[in-house]
């Protein structure tokens, strides 16, 4: 139940494309849920974050949807450029509780 | 403001030995928390710290511990080292008021080999 499930593992676009990325929890009582990005050497930094109480969050070329019923979301890239060729993870915690990661998506963005 | 940093930045340890690694939090940031990101685990978390106090902890052996002291700096120990225990050990910070989640801010992590 504490489990966050995230997939694809890869994922290669061209520039210009929409990558999705996709997650599903278990425990409902998960109330955060952000999406780090990760480039290499670097520790993980906070690219967007949701509540349940939203079923969309948009800043710049990044979309988090959020399914509640459904115990799903996902992040959109807008516009992808290889700058953004990077590991993405979703997390989910409740409270101040800890954040449980998903094992990583691996985007490649070719020019 | 300075982010977090972490020190040292690259380790290479023997079986059985034990290991210290230190993170400075953000200014004014009270929680700490470590994961420990491997391949095939991914991330997954360790402990955190809020105050000098443990306050969550993850499914770790009773090998690896850690403490904070009262500017907030945070350490973690890893005793009796094994070769499964090489990763890339990272923490974050947050300044963590009531019970609403704040921004974790990682550091850019300490990667040790255990050979």
């Known amino acids: 139940q504490q489990q966050v499930k995230q997939s694809p593992q890869s994922l290669i676009v061209q520039k210009g494309g929409i990558p999705i990325i996709n997650c599903a929890y278990e425990?409902?009582?998960?109330?955060?849920f952000p999406w780090y990005q990760q480039f290499p050497g670097k520790g993980p930094a906070l690219l967007i974050a949701?509540?349940?109480?939203?079923s969309e969050k948009k800043e710049g070329r990044f979309t988090i949807s959020f399914n509640k019923s459904a115990k799903q979301f996902s992040l959109h890239i807008m516009d992808s450029q290889p700058g953004d060729s990077a590991t993405y993870f979703c997390?989910?915690?409740?409270?101040?509780?800890?954040?449980?990661f998903g094992t990583g998506t691996r985007l490649q963005v070719f020019p | 403001k300075a982010g977090v940093t972490q020190t040292p930045r690259y380790l290479i340890k023997t079986r059985g030995q034990q290991v210290t690694l230190s993170c400075s939090p953000i200014?004014?940031?009270?929680?700490v928390s470590w994961y420990q990101q491997t391949p095939g685990q991914g991330l997954q978390f360790l402990f955190e710290y809020f105050s000098e106090t443990q306050r969550n902890k993850g499914n770790f052996p009773g090998r690896f511990s850690g403490r904070q002291f009262s500017n907030s700096r945070s350490e973690m120990n890893v005793s009796t080292l094994e070769l499964g225990d090489s990763a890339l050990y990272l923490c974050?910070?947050?300044?963590?008021?009531?019970?609403?989640?704040?921004?974790?801010?990682f550091g850019p992590g300490t990667r040790l080999l255990v050979l």
């Open positions: 997390a989910a915690s409740k409270d101040t509780d800890k954040l449980i």
């Open positions: 949701i509540r349940p109480d939203v």
């Open positions: 200014s004014g940031h009270r929680s």
């Open positions: 974050a910070s947050s300044s963590l008021s009531g019970t609403v989640q704040e921004t974790q801010y």
């Open positions: 425990n409902t009582a998960f109330d955060y």
